[in-house]
């Protein structure tokens, strides 16, 4: 187990300071991730009331016209706006007197390449260690209809689909692990929070926003969201998160986008 870290980061003491960075949080998960949330929630209780969710699909990665270099070009704008929330996190950081990429665990900092390396290995080992369970959990919710099925890649087949698959798993972790764990943890260990709130809060807004895939992904990205902010509550590096959340993400679209057509999926 890996001991816990202390909190890098001075408390907010100020009562205006603290009620602007509360409005703070709001309006970047309103940008971000707690947008995704309010949609996800109500794609539920949309699918809910079609029937069970076992016969429906939902698609990620999907095609934006007809055309191929349309596409790409929609593709590689909408990875890029997306990803503003969470250069706005950073900088709003940064603005508030923080040193930002360290306070998030995004530099190299001290250690070099052994920093890099151990960021690397640590990814690969949650990834392991998360994507067999959450295969698991998948499988299960779809077996007992609380589940849809998750087509991971609705992209046509051009040269450019294999790179912007991996691009889109780049910018899901980076938007999912710099907003929902690094800056959310920060920004709530500087009002006072408790780490066990902080754990809570983290793991449900992960959850509520995956919740357009059915009850079961909800769930397990949840259980997820629990391990990676404990993980950086105790060791301040989000780059690890971003590994793990990465290989997950192109493992699901990369393999299914060269797999579909061998395995009849």
Request: glycine share 8%; net charge positive; proline share 7%.
């Given at each position: 187990?890996?001991?816990?870290?202390?909190?890098?980061?001075?408390?907010?003491?100020?009562?205006?300071?603290?009620?602007?960075?509360?409005?703070?949080?709001?309006?970047?998960?309103?940008?971000?991730?707690?947008?995704?949330?309010?949609?996800?929630?109500?794609?539920?209780?949309?699918?809910?009331?079609?029937?069970?969710?076992?016969?429906?699909?939902?698609?990620?990665?999907?095609?934006?016209?007809?055309?191929?270099?349309?596409?790409f070009a929609y593709q590689l704008v909408g990875i890029a706006v997306t990803l503003t929330p969470?250069?706005?996190?950073?900088l709003l950081l940064a603005m508030s007197g923080l040193a930002a990429w360290e306070t998030l665990?995004?530099?190299?900092?001290?250690?070099?390449?052994?920093?890099?390396v151990r960021d690397l290995g640590w990814g690969a080992l949650l990834a392991a260690s998360i994507?067999?369970?959450?295969?698991?959990?998948?499988?299960?919710?779809?077996?007992?209809?609380?589940?849809?099925?998750?087509?991971?890649?609705?992209?046509?087949?051009?040269?450019?689909?294999?790179?912007?698959?991996?691009?889109?798993?780049?910018?899901?972790?980076?938007?999912?692990?710099?907003?929902?764990?690094?800056?959310?943890?920060?920004?709530?260990?500087?009002?006072?929070?408790?780490?066990?709130?902080?754990?809570?809060?983290?793991?449900?807004?992960?959850?509520?926003?995956?919740?357009?895939?059915?009850?079961?992904?909800?769930?397990?990205?949840?259980?997820?969201?629990?391990?990676?902010?404990?993980?950086?509550?105790?060791?301040?590096?989000?780059?690890?998160?971003?590994?793990?959340?990465?290989?997950?993400?192109?493992?699901?679209?990369?393999?299914?986008?060269?797999?579909?057509?061998?395995?009849?999926?």
């Open positions: 187990m890996l001991p816990a870290a202390p909190p890098s980061v001075p408390p907010i003491e100020s009562p205006r300071a603290r009620t602007l960075v509360r409005a703070e949080i709001v309006i970047v998960l309103a940008l971000s991730l707690g947008q995704s949330a309010v949609y996800a929630i109500l794609a539920l209780a949309d699918a809910l009331s079609r029937g069970p969710l076992r016969h429906q699909t939902t698609s990620l990665n999907t095609s934006q016209s007809p055309r191929p270099w349309f596409d969470a250069a706005l996190a950073v665990g995004l530099a190299r900092a001290r250690g070099g390449r052994r920093r890099l994507g067999i369970p959450g295969l698991a959990i998948y499988y299960a919710g779809r077996a007992i209809g609380a589940t849809v099925e998750v087509v991971p890649a609705a992209l046509g087949e051009y040269w450019w689909t294999v790179p912007v698959l991996i691009l889109q798993a780049i910018k899901n972790a980076v938007i999912e692990e710099v907003i929902a764990v690094g800056y959310l943890t920060v920004r709530l260990e500087q009002l006072g929070w408790g780490p066990r709130r902080i754990v809570a809060v983290s793991a449900l807004l992960r959850g509520s926003y995956h919740l357009y895939q059915g009850i079961g992904p909800g769930i397990a990205n949840a259980l997820m969201g629990v391990v990676f902010a404990e993980f950086f509550r105790r060791t301040r590096r989000t780059m690890p998160l971003i590994v793990a959340h990465t290989l997950l993400d192109v493992v699901a679209f990369v393999g299914y986008a060269l797999l579909k057509n061998v395995i009849g999926l």
